[in-house]
Every structure is written in structure tokens, then in C-alpha cells.
């Protein structure tokens, strides 16, 4: 089961590096990386609201009874499109996505930590200790490495 659920995670980060990439190139021809994330937006609410619709993984409920702050996936998924927009052009794709992972590993480590959110409360281990380093390694060689091709 953890192999197949590793394996889904490994796809889902290739699907956001395509996807960087889509919404680069929607951003060019859109002229205005809002504009770009928008149509984004409305493309994957198109999606979803089929997939709900149809049932195809399973009955759809309304979340009526969630709370507020359980609606902020949005407002982080918004911001993760519109942001990296600007960082894929300054940084490139490689080193725009290992960023983005660097953040969602140190935002997953400070959650788990302090127990945010309802989550259970995870020590940090050494080996999380350094693999956060290699991947900030990893960041800064990839934006290094953009920074002497683009001069």
C-alpha cells in the first residue's frame, strides 16, 4: 500500500511540474498571469464538478458542516498558481518546482511539530533534519545553475 501511495505522490509532483509548465504558457499567451490562473481555475472547476457529478469516486456531500478555515485549500491553491508563475519565469521550472516542495516540506514538518490543523504531533527526526538540507541544497544549485544560463 505505502508503494502505491509513494508512487501516487511521485505522479501527482510530475503532474504539478506539467502543469507549472501549462500555466506558463497560458500566462504568455493570456498576457497577465492572473488572467492565466483563472482559466485555470475554471478549467480544473469544470472537471471536478463532473467528476462530482457523475460519482465517479464515489458519493459527493456538501461540506456544509466544515469548518471555515477547512475552505483555505483554495485560497492555497490559488496563490500556488499565481505565484509560481512568476517564480518559473525568474527561476525556471526545475528550480521553481524543488522550491516549492522545500516549502511543502518545511510547512509539513512545522504542521506536524506543533500538531497544527488537528494533526498528530510528530517529532523531527535527524533524518528529516537532513533531507529539508539536501533538498535547500538542491534549490539553491538548481537556481544557481538557471541564474549562469540566463547571463
Known amino acids: 500500500m505505502w508503494l ?14 506539467m502543469g507549472l509548465v501549462f500555466n506558463v504558457r497560458l500566462a504568455q499567451h493570456a498576457r497577465h498571469p492572473v488572467l492565466a ?19 465517479i469516486l464515489g458519493t459527493a456531500h456538501l461540506p456544509s458542516h466544515a469548518p471555515l478555515w477547512a475552505f483555505g485549500g483554495g485560497l492555497v491553491g490559488a496563490a500556488y498558481v499565481t505565484l509560481t508563475l512568476f517564480t518559473a519565469r525568474a527561476l525556471g521550472v526545475a528550480a521553481s518546482t524543488a522550491g516549492v516542495t ?8 512545522v504542521i506536524d511539530v506543533f500538531g497544527l490543523l488537528g494533526q498528530h ?3 523531527v527526526s535527524s533524518a528529516a533534519l537532513i533531507g529539508v538540507v539536501l533538498l535547500f541544497l538542491a534549490v539553491a544549485l538548481l537556481a544557481r545553475e538557471r541564474a549562469r544560463v540566463s547571463t
Open 37 to 55: 490562473s483563472l482559466v485555470n481555475f475554471l478549467v480544473a472547476f469544470v472537471l471536478t464538478s463532473v467528476l462530482a457529478l457523475l460519482g
Open 102 to 109: 522545500l516549502g511543502q516540506i518545511l510547512g509539513a514538518r
Open 4 to 17: 502505491s501511495a509513494l508512487l501516487g505522490t511521485v505522479g501527482a509532483g510530475l503532474g504539478l511540474s
Open 121 to 123: 504531533i510528530r517529532p
